[in-house]
């Protein structure tokens, strides 16, 4: 058998590794990949890596298209020289940086913390593991101008991340996030990076930042004094090994709950997250151990967190006693419609509020936002670009509270990004509320459709590793937007949206018109009968997704399980159509 044949431009991008000045380790692995596997060589240096909807994100070795020490370096060295391009009248320029559980971790943020002080730049470095919101909220309070946080979210073990944050504490956008790359591209020599950190520009800072945010956490909270007539609700909470651990409890705890279990496996902060195949609170494995507690102890709520907090996964009682997980745009749904009531109630509303949804979140939140007079506005995917309309509006206009499918949530302004430890509180809260009235939160959801329409969503996630997935991938999208169906389910295609072209045709009329949004490789597939069907690719993981949301009317909540299985039936059916299963 002959060997396989390393494409010339893969094996002239290693050379340049293994000419420059890289550490031996690094070398010899190299070499070793060049030799031995080929395959491994191609994909560690066939790209560099790029910020995508979270930033820098992928497996971690040697290569460009890896984290490593270098790549970090590369990525903190053209921020730190962009930085200095935007605030050239700053005597001293300020970042801070907050790292999860994840292996190599606590080595990648003090790299990252070395090359922004090697560049004169003042670090505000986290002396343990802290939430990517903490992060968030510490660059505000900080006035730094940018922020870093080293994770790789719910991804498997051998993957890393690097998200990079503006001076408004949300993640980068245009056009910063393009403008970082270019300077990062114009870095030609690993000697360009200055690695030497200068000890005097890195301050570490903890306890006290995490005071004044849990102060502000509490500080949201609606419903006191139902909290404290059920401070002893029981609560389960597992932060699946990561930075949740110790302050989701103390949050809690300072809202009023006095009954909050732990999953004493899953407190050890653990980058190889022993006790779970995947941290995703979205994957109902990940739930168990904390679902198993709860059946113990008797709670009624179970919430899960991912390694960096900023998502939360939650199990609930359903009307027959048994726990039963609620997707993310249940859990936003039950939110927003407590968060919106609540305001209500409390006198709040003034006309000139407003919350925000993602394009590919349950279009009820809508229907909830009109009822109470509240402004709803679109994002694409990406908390990111909700911390933008945050931005814009500051001042003008009071954000309640968003969210998008992927269990991420926000409310307050003071974190601008979506924070699983505010989330963990107000669905306690919310949690309480219901129970002061005999309910669960299970029970509000047909209480909530029979109001509003039975809205139901389902995603699927087609994964396409590497080189050759990436191609494939695109081939799919292209040939959705070339060539749009024009039956699916047996029900017209009545209108499409294109992000990347920035357009919406009606198909009856042939009608176009803008969309108001960034370009963006999304489309949508609205049909007769309601149905809206989105795709794009992940920004973050070598995935395309497919989201699927179909509505029916409820009439009462007796009808409840018939309409959720006909609802269940339309979207297998859709997902048949499209030759997906």
């Not at 290693?14 to 010899?28: F, I, S, V």
């Not at 107000?426 to 047909?446: F, N, R, V």
């Not at 699916?488 to 990347?500: F, P, R, T």
Request: glycine share 8%; with cysteine; proline share 4%.
């Amino acid at each position: 058998m002959s060997e396989p044949i390393i494409d010339s431009n893969i094996l002239q991008r290693a050379q340049t590794w293994l000419d420059g000045n890289y550490d031996e380790q690094t070398k010899q692995k190299i070499r070793e990949l060049i030799d031995e596997n080929p395959k491994e060589l191609t994909e560690a240096f066939y790209r560099d890596l790029e910020f995508g909807t979270g930033g820098l994100r992928g497996i971690m070795g040697v290569g460009t298209n890896r984290m490593n020490k270098y790549t970090v370096g590369m990525a903190t060295q053209g921020l730190s020289n962009y930085l200095k391009k935007m605030f050239p009248g700053k005597s001293q320029l300020k970042v801070a940086i907050a790292h999860d559980s994840r292996i190599n971790n606590t080595f990648f943020a003090n790299t990252t913390a070395d090359v922004f002080s090697a560049n004169g730049i003042k670090v505000y470095l986290f002396d343990d593991l802290r939430p990517t919101p903490v992060l968030s909220f510490a660059i505000r309070h900080l006035d730094c101008q940018a922020g870093v946080v080293i994770t790789a979210s719910h991804n498997p073990p051998e993957y890393n991340g690097y998200k990079a944050y503006w001076e408004d504490g949300g993640q980068l956008i245009a056009p910063h996030d393009k403008n970082v790359i270019d300077e990062v591209m114009r870095i030609k020599n690993i000697d360009e990076v200055k690695f030497d950190r200068n000890d005097e520009l890195v301050i570490q800072i903890g306890e006290e930042i995490d005071k004044v945010y849990v102060e502000k956490v509490k500080a949201l909270s609606l419903s006191a004094q139902i909290i404290q007539q059920q401070k002893d609700y029981k609560i389960v909470y597992t932060p699946i090994h990561g930075t949740g651990v110790h302050i989701v409890p103390r949050c809690l705890k300072a809202f009023g709950f006095e009954n909050i279990y732990n999953v004493p496996e899953q407190d050890i902060a653990d980058g190889n997250f022993p006790t779970v195949k995947s941290p995703n609170p979205e994957e109902p494995a990940a739930l168990s151990m904390a679902i198993q507690k709860a059946k113990e102890v008797n709670a009624n709520l179970v919430m899960a967190t991912d390694p960096d907090a900023d998502r939360v996964g939650i199990a609930v009682k359903d009307h027959k006693g048994d726990f039963v997980l609620l997707n993310g745009n249940q859990t936003a749904s039950i939110l927003i419609y407590y968060l919106l009531r609540k305001w209500k109630e409390n006198g709040k509303l003034t006309g000139n509020e407003y919350i925000v949804k993602t394009v590919v979140t349950s279009e009820i939140l809508k229907d909830i936002a009109n009822r109470y007079n509240v402004d709803i506005f679109d994002t694409l995917t990406g908390f990111k670009y909700i911390a933008e309309i945050i931005r814009r509006l500051e001042g003008k206009k009071t954000f309640i509270g968003g969210g998008e499918e992927s269990y991420g949530y926000l409310v307050g302004d003071f974190v601008r990004d979506k924070d699983a430890v505010i989330s963990c509180c107000m669905i306690a809260e919310t949690a309480a509320w219901a129970a002061s009235q005999g309910k669960t939160l299970y029970g509000l959801l047909p209480e909530i459709y029979t109001e509003f329409d039975f809205y139901k969503e389902h995603l699927i996630s087609v994964v396409k590793k590497g080189k050759e997935g990436e191609e494939e991938i695109k081939k799919m999208m292209d040939g959705y937007r070339l060539n749009p169906p024009k039956l699916i389910n047996h029900s017209k295609l009545v209108k499409v949206k294109d992000y990347q072209v920035s357009r919406e045709k009606d198909i009856n009329t042939g009608e176009e018109k803008p969309i108001d949004l960034p370009k963006s490789n999304v489309l949508q597939f609205f049909l007769e009968d309601g149905s809206k069907i989105s795709i794009r690719p992940s920004g973050t993981e070598p995935k395309i997704k497919f989201y699927f949301g179909v509505r029916d009317n409820l009439s009462d909540v007796s009808n409840f399980d018939l309409i959720n299985q006909k609802l269940t039936d339309r979207i297998q059916n859709i997902i048949q159509s499209l030759q997906l299963n």
